[in-house]
């Protein structure tokens, strides 16, 4: 019967998924990144495209409609004086719709609405009395008027600009005007133009009533649509841009702006779609740079996912057979080129070391001071070694002899390692079988007990302080020391915290009057 094969999930296994992961996990968001942000710049600048289009025709329909009126202007002032001469009627209508080509027809009317002139003659509507709404305007207000779209005596849709006659005793004589047709060739169409429209873009302009006065489709000239930009927005600002959405159409980008003079509306509309269509293709040219150096990055962080979980892998054979002769310097031999390889080397070989050599007994001279034959610093530093690795809480007693310069100063330097020697006895006597007790320099004094709290800590250093205090020395008579505990517990703080923590108390004690003992401040 065959065995379902498990899955590995080693190190190296797991550092390649995770790297696998992170590439696609970046890929994508770049990915979406790129998209989102060039979906919104592409919004954007079709925005303000079709916002600086729209302006660009509403500014030059604005300059016509002023030049238009300025012109007529001028023509009023000329008939001043020959408004009952037809020829220079008819001369100057001729002048106007043939010299600028600015109007479709011109025509001149007296005070009862009467045409005197019109130009072109074929139009046959001299002698006739206009009753259009836009010759009543311009009768009754008698200032420069453009009028709304309306359909002339000729059936014709147009846009009627107009410049009253006054003579020169100041009676008003009539008007002048000019038409603008805007479903035949006109000025405004040339002005208009078609060069923008591509991509489903179209241009719409429309007066305040939404009536369509220019299309490139000619059938919807004259008829009424629902808003493209409400009447809020178009009071707000006189020209801009925003995102139409309206039910069963496509969503379109409008940039509109106000022609002042006439008060109409021109906007510029792009489909949505038709502006993100490139948006395909960019992603894809991304997608398509992008993949190489997934895959490069992919190869090369298996071949360190490789490298990294070696030496991990090596470590975890050899802690398997710790009881193996030789096993120490096989796992020196393996090359822990990163920190965390390191330190669990380095547990290893200190553990290692403390099984065999049981920790308490390190009498190796290297680690034993001379004098006293306890442990040294550096003897000290195996020990607090051993102590990180295996996460293993301990007390701290930190003591000092009291008064010991003087005892050096007056009785000398071998009367002062006496002294040494004889405290160095009784804190080995003092103490419990596990605890480490440790020269830390001159007339110092660490004691580390593992496992102790902090009740039982002080109990220690009382019971040591009391047996020195006992003591009777020759010379000197009784002696004294001053001690500071703390305590150490994983993942609290570090080891340097709390043996200041320690040295801080000792001072403490000192400060105190010595001969007594001080705990640490709470950690």
């Known amino acids: 019967m065959l065995r379902l094969l498990r899955p590995k999930t080693d190190l190296r296994t797991l550092i390649t998924l995770l790297a696998v992961a992170s590439i696609v996990i970046?890929?994508?968001?770049?990915?979406?990144?790129?998209?989102?942000?060039?979906?919104?710049?592409?919004?954007?600048?079709?925005?303000?495209?079709?916002?600086?289009?729209?302006?660009?025709?509403?500014?030059?329909?604005?300059?016509?409609?002023?030049?238009?009126?300025?012109?007529?202007?001028?023509?009023?002032?000329?008939?001043?004086d020959g408004f009952d001469n037809d020829s220079v009627l008819q001369g100057e209508v001729d002048r106007l719709r043939e010299q600028t080509a600015s109007f479709n027809s011109v025509v001149i009317v007296d005070v009862q609405g009467r045409v005197r002139s019109i130009s072109p003659e074929s139009l046959m509507l001299e002698g006739m009395r206009l009753t259009s709404a836009t010759s009543h305007q311009a009768l009754k207000e008698r200032k420069p008027l453009i009028s709304q779209p309306a359909i002339s005596a000729a059936n014709n849709l147009m846009v009627f600009v107009s410049s009253p006659v006054w003579a020169k005793d100041g009676n008003y004589l009539g008007f002048i005007g000019g038409t603008l047709y805007l479903k035949k060739k006109s000025i405004l169409n040339a002005l208009l133009g078609e060069q923008f429209y591509r991509d489903g873009s179209s241009l719409y302009v429309v007066d305040k009533q939404n009536q369509v006065l220019y299309h490139q489709n000619a059938q919807l000239i004259g008829?009424?649509?629902?808003?493209?930009?409400s009447n809020e927005d178009k009071q707000l600002h006189s020209s801009g841009y925003q995102q139409i959405s309206r039910e069963g159409r496509e969503p379109m980008l409008a940039g509109y702006a106000v022609v002042p003079a006439s008060d109409w509306m021109v906007v510029a509309l792009k489909p949505t779609q038709a502006t993100l269509n490139p948006l395909t293709s960019l992603l894809f040219q991304v997608l398509k740079h992008s993949v190489p150096f997934a895959l490069l990055t992919l190869i090369a962080a298996w071949i360190l996912a490789r490298l990294i979980a070696l030496p991990l892998w090596q470590l975890a054979r050899k802690a398997s057979q710790m009881d193996k002769q030789g096993v120490s310097k096989e796992i020196s031999n393996i090359r822990s080129w990163y920190f965390e390889a390191g330190q669990i080397k380095r547990a290893l070989l200190a553990g290692i070391g403390l099984l065999q050599d049981k920790i308490g007994r390190l009498k190796f001279e290297v680690q034993t001071d001379p004098l006293t034959q306890l442990l040294n610093r550096r003897g000290l530093s195996a020990v607090l070694e051993y102590f990180l690795t295996t996460r293993q809480p301990f007390a701290i007693l930190a003591l000092d002899i009291d008064h010991f310069k003087r005892?050096?100063?007056?009785?000398?330097?071998?009367?002062?390692?006496?002294?040494?020697?004889?405290?160095?006895?009784?804190?080995?006597?003092?103490?419990?079988?596990?605890?480490?007790?440790?020269?830390?320099?001159?007339?110092?004094?660490?004691?580390?007990?593992?496992?102790?709290?902090?009740?039982?800590?002080?109990?220690?250093?009382?019971?040591?302080?009391?047996?020195i205090h006992k003591l009777e020395i020759e010379q000197l008579g009784i002696l004294s020391v001053s001690i500071g505990v703390s305590l150490w517990r994983p993942d609290h703080q570090s080891m340097e915290e709390v043996f200041k923590a320690a040295d801080d108390a000792l001072y403490q004690a000192k400060k105190a009057g010595r001969n007594c003992v001080m705990r640490a401040a709470e950690q």
């Open 26 to 80: 970046t890929l994508a968001n770049s990915l979406y990144a790129t998209w989102r942000v060039q979906r919104d710049l592409l919004i954007n600048n079709t925005l303000e495209s079709n916002r600086v289009y729209a302006t660009k025709l509403a500014a030059t329909t604005e300059i016509f409609f002023q030049l238009a009126q300025s012109q007529l202007a001028y023509s009023a002032k000329m008939l001043s």
């Open 407 to 467: 005892v050096n100063d007056t009785f000398g330097h071998d009367v002062g390692d006496a002294v040494i020697i004889r405290v160095a006895r009784e804190l080995e006597q003092s103490s419990r079988q596990s605890d480490v007790v440790c020269r830390n320099g001159g007339e110092e004094f660490l004691m580390i007990l593992p496992g102790a709290d902090q009740d039982m800590a002080l109990m220690i250093a009382e019971r040591v302080r009391q047996r």
């Open 223 to 229: 008829k009424k649509i629902a808003p493209l930009i």
